[in-house]
């Protein structure tokens, strides 16, 4: 079964750069769930974002997230796991969750 893990935290911690220990945790724990991860990446920004709606045949566009939050979506990992539980606890590992949120959320297959 396939889970996207949605990583949110506050952006202005990274707006003076990354860390480097945190980003070698976050390589360790690329390696570790190799075999679990299909995909992810870090995302740029909230400010570099474009809502996009079409409301009566209309597209219209907003800069910028959504909704303000204390916590901005800025990554994330589709993993394989064999239950909620597996996944739940792979979450737990990502080192952003130790200032931040992961929500885990089972991916919809369609027959």
Do not use: C
Not at 38 to 55: E, F, I, M, W, Y
Not at 94 to 107: M, T
Request: glycine fraction near 10%; charged fraction near 25%.
């Amino acid at each position: 079964m396939q889970f996207l893990l949605l990583i949110y935290d506050n952006e202005k911690r990274w707006s003076k750069g990354y860390d480097k220990e945190e980003l070698e945790q976050y390589r360790a724990f690329g390696k570790e769930h190799a075999t679990a991860i299909k995909g992810g990446n870090a995302l740029q920004p909230t400010s570099t974002a474009v809502t996009v709606r079409v409301r009566d045949g209309k597209t219209l566009t907003t800069d910028g997230p959504f909704a303000e939050t204390k916590e901005q979506l800025g990554g994330f990992y589709l993993i394989e796991a064999a239950s909620l539980e597996e996944a739940v606890a792979i979450a737990a590992k990502i080192p952003g969750a130790r200032f931040g949120s992961i929500e885990v959320r089972p991916i919809m297959t369609f027959s």
